[in-house]
């Protein structure tokens, strides 16, 4: 499938594996990019920008294909080394970054003489023309169903993205609630030129978390994720746990009241626990609505032919069908 995203990241199939912390290791990322979609390291679970450059040529090491780098710009206490994290990927010679959170716009100049093209990853419109008045090359369009932080408007990818396509000159993709062919040619139906996944990736075989993590993600429903955080405009998609039925007592009892510190222990430093060591009610992790629609544990290769098969059908054969 040729779409403006298979063409501006030179990919195979118009799907992109978004940043996860805690998951996107150059394992996961290779197997995507193998496979014909565009795999992303996640730069900020590299404590150092020596320990991104290592994992950038582990990843090298496990494919030929382009592999992206996600940098996610969060109001966080101490500030990541930014310049030192974008230097690695330059260095590294990785021509996609996937920017998140905070405005990329200072680091823009510096990857675009790179020759790095950058998907900047927004929950509005109002974002998304923000990226594309600062230069960013493409947008990923995050949906109020998707696992991690919808932002705070609450719009479904029903609405979001053909207002999305409306409004934007720059190719976009659906990002949120993507699981399959159906996803794929609803994304492409609503005016975005490909899908970003998350909570889909990582049950596949590849992904190196716990398998603890996959089952959850099986074992889930629709129903099964909460919203947390949302006093504090930091909203996050989790899945429901102990430790978010404890997180959202304390929320309800605390009120407008309810302070990071508060809530310190759901949250901080959490993912190692829950991603590698399987420990599921250590913390509140990321997942999106999607596990409803994940019964399976494939390989990367294996979903993304899937997927790829099933929108083709979908084309062909169904919507084809009804002219
Ligand atoms: C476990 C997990 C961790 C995530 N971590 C990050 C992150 O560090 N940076 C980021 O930009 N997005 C992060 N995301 C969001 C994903 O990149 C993606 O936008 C989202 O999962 C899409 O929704 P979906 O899960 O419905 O596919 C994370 C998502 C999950 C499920």
């Not at 889930?220 to 099964?224: C, G, I, K, Q």
């Not at 991603?275 to 009610?281: H, W």
């Given at each position: 499938m040729k779409t403006k995203i298979t063409e501006m990241f030179g990919i195979e199939h118009p799907i992109i594996q978004g940043g996860m912390h805690y998951v996107g290791f150059a394992e996961l990322a290779a197997a995507v990019s193998n496979a014909g979609g565009l795999g992303i390291i996640?730069?900020?679970?590299?404590?150092?920008p020596e320990l991104l450059a290592n994992e950038i040529r582990r990843c090298r090491e496990m494919t030929d294909k382009p592999f992206g780098v996600n940098l996610t710009f969060l109001p966080s206490l101490s500030t990541p080394d930014y310049p030192g994290y974008i230097k690695a990927i330059i260095d590294g010679g990785v021509k996609a970054v996937e920017t998140a959170g905070n405005n990329p716009q200072k680091w823009l100049p510096a990857m675009h003489e790179a020759g790095i093209k950058v998907i900047h990853k927004c929950t509005s419109v109002r974002h998304s023309l923000k990226a594309e008045s600062i230069g960013c090359d493409a947008v990923s369009v995050d949906g109020f169903e998707c696992g991690g932080h919808p932002g705070e408007d609450d719009i479904p990818n029903f609405i979001l993205l053909p207002r999305a396509a409306d409004e934007l000159k720059i190719p976009f993709v659906a990002s949120g609630g993507m699981a399959d062919g159906r996803s794929l040619v609803a994304a492409l139906a609503l005016g975005a030129e490909g899908m970003n996944m998350g909570t889909r990736f990582i049950a596949t075989q590849e992904a190196p978390v716990h398998e603890n993590v996959k089952q959850a993600i099986v074992a889930?429903?629709?129903?099964?994720t909460r919203l947390v955080m949302r006093s504090l405009r930091n909203t996050e998609r989790v899945l429901r746990n102990g430790a978010v039925d404890r997180l959202i007592a304390k929320e309800k009892e605390l009120g407008a009241n309810l302070k990071f510190e508060d809530i310190m222990a759901e949250v901080a430093g959490v993912y190692p626990k829950i991603?590698?060591?399987?420990?599921?009610?250590a913390g509140a992790w990321s997942c999106g609505m999607v596990a409803g629609l994940i019964h399976d544990v494939p390989t990367c290769k294996q979903l993304i032919d899937r997927i790829m098969a099933e929108a083709d059908a979908i084309i062909r054969q169904r919507l084809a069908g009804f002219l």
């Open positions: 996640t730069g900020l679970t590299q404590r150092t889930a429903s629709e129903l099964d991603m590698l060591e399987g420990t599921m009610e």
